[in-house]
């Protein structure tokens, strides 16, 4: 049956330390890893910001970071396609088909997941907290500092739900880097090539070294706010 | 610091929560907020902490208008639902002391000497968030009290203790107001508290400023049938006007005014009977002479509130 057949497949790529795999699997993790922390950088403060501030369209501006946290990835890949083909406005500056080109795509992914679980952990914070720091006198940037500090066990489910979609999704990376051998190549790309391909097994073994990275990541995660939430 | 404050409006969307023509607190005195859930003691602490702004009205110190941001830098407020950031309570005071730039020397003095008094010195060291519910509120009553604020504003200092925690730190509070604040304000639904802790007391029923005054007047003659009925007297409509009678007012015989009350039950406590009844429907509890006989239950009798104790708010 191919399904065990590929689980063995995974088990000897690793066992041989494959240098295919090796490969793809180590740019999986770049790629998605810096595309996650970048969105970390910018969503967090987005986050607070939308779940502290008052202003005219705050519903509007919610509901479509909560939209864009289902956002199809293949879209987003699209648009960044059309932004950064060499005939787009950014054509330019070449990224198209790159690994950058992909980081930039999944950034645009893990972004409103990024926002939107740092605004819920933020607004679930007792009011009188920030009614404190204000009494206090802290400033704006203190103020910010010790909310999400406080709120870092909802900013792990932050990183693993904005991980999660981005090590997972395969629209986005096939579009914007065209999944080429030794450049834009990750796990997702890969399995759907073998796929294609009628190579199920091999397809599996990648599925399975997926699913085990992720696992991996997601343990490591999990203890550390297991640790402080303790 | 003398406080005022002048044509006080808080509106929370459209009802309107606190209604305050001019209201006068006097500096270096303990006033106590007194009165029902919801009446809007929060909100007049978070006004005078300037955390939230009134739609109209000012609060004025010492005479001039002190605009909100200033005013947060002058007081030290505890909430009623402590609150810690994550680390030890020495943590937690000495990022308020420094948020409020006392330097790193007088931080440890000053934590020292509060957590003693507090009775928190062992506390020190443990999580914050970790601690029973009467041990928070010590450790947030002297957060605030080590901010050493011209005005200290305290919301419900006992919430959340019962039983022994709860007298012992009762016992203590004044003496602890006295030594470490100035000026204090603290809001409380208790009237023993309020009597216990407080020189001036405001009641505040429904958003607004029902009576104000040293407490031996506003316990001893409330203004009005509203607050009466609040600081537990009983109110009967009487001709002209309400008839109140304070807690305790009620006789069996003697001079003074007199109703009749259906008997609902005779209480033998040992020491003192105490019939329970009601009149004109409000409940009443009056203590049975030792020879009297008991009045069967159901029955109707005749008590007697004494003339001096009552009080009579015309319409």
């Not at chain 2, 308020?96 to 330097?103: E, F, H, I, S």
């Not at chain 2, 009983?234 to 003697?254: M, N, S």
Request: proline share 6%; hydrophobic share 50%; with cysteine.
């Amino acid at each position: 049956m191919e399904l065990w057949e590929g689980v063995v497949e995974a088990v000897r790529m690793v066992a041989r330390a494959d240098p295919y795999l090796r490969d793809v699997a180590l740019r999986t993790l770049l790629v998605s890893g810096s595309a996650t922390l970048l969105a970390m950088a910018v969503g967090v403060p987005l986050g607070y910001l939308l779940a502290r501030a008052r202003f005219p369209g705050r519903t509007v501006v919610l509901t479509a970071v909560h939209t864009g946290m289902g956002l199809p990835p293949v879209i987003a890949g699209l648009v960044i396609f059309l932004l950064f083909v060499r005939s787009g406005p950014f054509g330019g500056l070449g990224l198209i088909y790159t690994p950058q080109a992909m980081v930039i795509a999944q950034f645009v992914i893990a972004l409103p997941m990024v926002v939107g679980f740092t605004a819920a952990a933020v607004a679930s914070l007792p009011v009188e907290f920030s009614e404190l720091l204000a009494m206090l006198g802290a400033g704006p940037l203190r103020t910010m500092w010790l909310t999400v500090r406080e709120a870092r066990l909802g900013l792990l489910a932050a990183v693993m739900a904005g991980f999660g979609a981005v090590i997972s999704e395969v629209g986005a990376s096939m579009t914007v880097g065209g999944n080429l051998a030794g450049s834009t190549r990750v796990l997702t790309t890969a399995i759907v090539l073998e796929a294609s391909r009628g190579e199920h097994a091999r397809a599996i073994a990648l599925g399975v070294i997926l699913l085990a990275l992720a696992l991996a990541v997601n343990f490591i995660l999990t203890s550390f706010q297991q640790r402080r939430g303790a | 610091m003398d406080l005022v404050l002048r044509g006080l409006e808080v509106r929370f969307g459209r009802s309107l929560v606190l209604d305050i023509g001019e209201l006068r607190l006097f500096g270096e005195r303990v006033t106590a907020v007194l009165g029902p859930n919801g009446a809007g003691k929060s909100t007049l602490l978070r006004v005078l902490a300037g955390l939230v702004r009134p739609a109209r009205g000012a609060v004025l110190i010492d005479g001039a208008p002190v605009p909100a941001r200033v005013r947060r830098g002058l007081v030290a407020l505890s909430f009623q639902r402590p609150v810690f950031v994550s680390g030890t309570v020495r943590e937690n005071l000495d990022l308020a002391l420094r948020l409020r730039g006392v330097p790193r020397q007088e931080r440890e003095a000053r934590i020292s000497s509060v957590a003693e008094a507090c009775g928190i010195a062992e506390l020190l060291r443990r999580p914050a968030r970790a601690l029973s519910g009467g041990e928070a509120q010590r450790a947030n009553l002297a957060r605030a009290l080590a901010l050493q604020a011209p005005l200290t504003l305290l919301d419900e200092p006992l919430a959340g203790i019962d039983g022994p925690a709860r007298r012992s730190l009762l016992a203590e509070l004044r003496g602890l107001l006295r030594r470490f604040a100035r000026s204090v304000v603290l809001v409380t639904h208790d009237p023993e508290e309020a009597s216990r802790l407080a020189d001036d007391v405001v009641v505040l029923l429904e958003g607004r400023v029902h009576a104000c005054g040293p407490k031996s007047e506003v316990f001893r003659r409330p203004p009005d049938a509203a607050t009466a009925a609040f600081l537990g007297w009983t109110v009967l409509p009487g001709e002209g006007g309400d008839v109140a009678v304070p807690p305790g007012g009620f006789r069996f015989g003697g001079d003074g005014f007199r109703f009749r009350m259906r008997v609902d039950a005779v209480l033998d406590r040992g020491y003192e009977r105490l019939v329970e009844g009601a009149i004109a429907g409000s409940p009443v509890t009056v203590p049975l002479p030792p020879s009297a006989p008991a009045p069967a239950v159901g029955s109707e009798v005749e008590v007697v509130a004494l003339p001096e104790a009552v009080e009579r708010f015309s319409e």
